[in-house]
């Protein structure tokens, strides 16, 4: 499975229940350190064409096997998650710079998932439908598409990788891997790991690693191959967008879960010091590196100024550092290049006349919480979204206001409205344009049963059983009783 040199992890890539060499290795770093935290294959087309035909072979097995037994591995798989929760920890901090809480979260969401998961083949596989012809059964079965290929993300490693393999696998599909290759261990090879120990059978999981800079030619395998029926893909809307074009020319699904520019409104009427929590946890949890973080706090005017000296001090608070430190809650950027964005998207917005309340500076690999007023609409982080610890604080003058407001952007993915009456608050949240909206709650939750996921360019699709939807297809088929007959 590994060998291990000098202190560090060489792995293989795992293809049809085997774990398979690659004539390529490439370093894994750690984003706190700039240390190596793992060897890992660079893998080529060649070894994504292997996988496909592995998942193709092992489907129809897959498919048919009865739901008790999928049960059986699922819930193996989550013991294991579970069991392992030390050692997982450890790995999304080396890996992702993910401090302890982020990492909890993570793992207790993925027990979750796998658990409920365990049930979701013996939900209704179809409906009987009522025919106007004498003497007609109708039925309309969902049925799994075939070979699923899931593209995870870095920046919620475990959690996301397990919600790109489980939804359709859950629902009878196979599935190729993909992980980011700043996460290739915790967003691949250690699902690999736990579902070969869990006794998933050979091809159903399959994971192909890459390179920095050579995911094409694996994603052209995916594209060419008619046996690949759906990318499943979290990460940037840039790349979606990339990625929808492609499968659109190949009349193949996508499920894309995309980037978010997560508005939180605070009304006049809500309870500051909560509102103050809450926001505070939006915006700056897992360093602001999550596709749900807060992007800009909406206040009404007559609570503004208390709202944001408050906020201003609590973010002051929030100690940076080591994220295998359990003391920490700020963790490294995931890269010198993100880290590099976010400076220069705070400075060129403070160059147009922004005021940074707090933060604005990195701390060696970390970016300090930050919060901003007065960003100029021309300024880029006063509309696209800023992968950190960032948050834009804007006055209003009404509710309605902050529905417009939140309105406006490209993006719809989460949003939470602060309030002390609840029922405004859902009458608010209908009419905000987003797939998730939180009442009396912040923008960042997740729970497996729920059907997270977004509108415009935040995506489409939903996960969870709801996500039976996205990966299965329906087929119509009919019964007639006796004959009848026909106009020509």
């Not at 070969?196 to 920095?212: K, R």
């Not at 503004?304 to 608070?317: E, G, K, N, P, S």
Request: proline share 7%; aromatic share 8%; hydrophobic share 45%.
């Amino acid at each position: 499975m590994t060998n291990q040199a000098n202190g560090v992890r060489a792995y293989k890539q795992y293809i049809d229940g085997a774990w398979v060499g690659s004539d390529r290795l490439f370093d894994d770093l750690d984003p706190y350190r700039a240390t190596v935290v793992a060897r890992v294959p660079a893998g080529t087309r060649a070894d994504a064409a292997r996988a496909v035909d592995a998942a193709a072979a092992a489907f129809p097995a897959w498919a048919d096997l009865p739901p008790a037994e999928k049960q059986v591995l699922f819930l193996r798989a989550a013991d294991i998650v579970e069991k392992r929760a030390a050692e997982i920890t450890a790995l999304l901090a080396a890996e992702t710079g993910c401090a302890s809480g982020f990492a909890g979260f993570q793992i207790l969401t993925a027990v979750r998932l796998l658990r409920q998961a365990s049930n979701w083949a013996y939900l209704p596989a179809g409906e009987v439908i009522r025919s106007d012809i004498p003497g007609t059964f109708a039925l309309a079965l969902r049925r799994p598409l075939g070979v699923v290929a899931g593209i995870s993300p870095w920046n919620g490693a475990q959690v996301l990788a397990w919600r790109t393999v489980v939804n359709p696998l859950a629902f009878g599909n196979t599935v190729v891997l993909k992980p980011s290759e700043e996460a290739p261990v915790t967003a691949g090879l250690l699902v690999a790991e736990i579902m070969e120990e869990a006794g998933f059978p050979p091809g159903v999981l399959n994971v192909v690693t890459h390179a920095p800079g050579e995911a094409v030619p694996i994603a052209d395998e995916f594209f060419d191959r008619p046996e690949v029926r759906c990318i499943n893909f979290t990460g940037s809307s840039a790349t979606g967008r990339i990625l929808a074009e492609r499968a659109g020319r190949a009349l193949k699904r996508c499920v894309l879960e995309l980037g978010g520019y997560n508005p939180l409104i605070v009304l006049a009427d809500a309870d500051l010091d909560y509102a103050v929590e809450a926001a505070a946890f939006a915006a700056f949890f897992h360093s602001g590196q999550i596709c749900m973080s807060a992007r800009k706090v909406l206040v009404e005017r007559p609570v503004y100024d208390v709202f944001v000296d408050r906020l201003a001090a609590r973010a002051q608070t929030l100690r940076s550092g080591d994220p295998a430190d359990p003391g920490t809650l700020i963790g490294p950027l995931i890269t010198p290049a993100a880290l590099d964005r976010v400076a220069r998207d705070v400075d060129d917005a403070v160059a147009a006349g922004a005021k940074v309340l707090v933060g604005g500076t990195a701390d060696g690999p970390c970016y300090r919480p930050t919060i901003l007023a007065d960003v100029p609409a021309g300024a880029r982080i006063h509309s696209e979204e800023t992968f950190g610890p960032v948050l834009i604080a804007q006055p209003v003058s009404d509710a309605d206001e902050a529905v417009a407001i939140a309105n406006s952007t490209r993006y719809g993915l989460s949003a939470g409205i602060i309030t002390s009456d609840n029922q405004r608050g859902f009458a608010l949240g209908r009419r905000i344009d987003a797939g998730v909206v939180h009442v009396n709650d912040q923008t960042v939750a997740d729970e497996p049963q729920l059907p997270l996921g977004g509108v415009k360019d935040s995506g489409w699709g939903r996960s969870g059983p709801h996500s039976v939807a996205d990966f299965t297809e329906l087929q119509w088929i009919t019964t007639r009783e006796g004959t009848g007959g026909y106009p020509i």
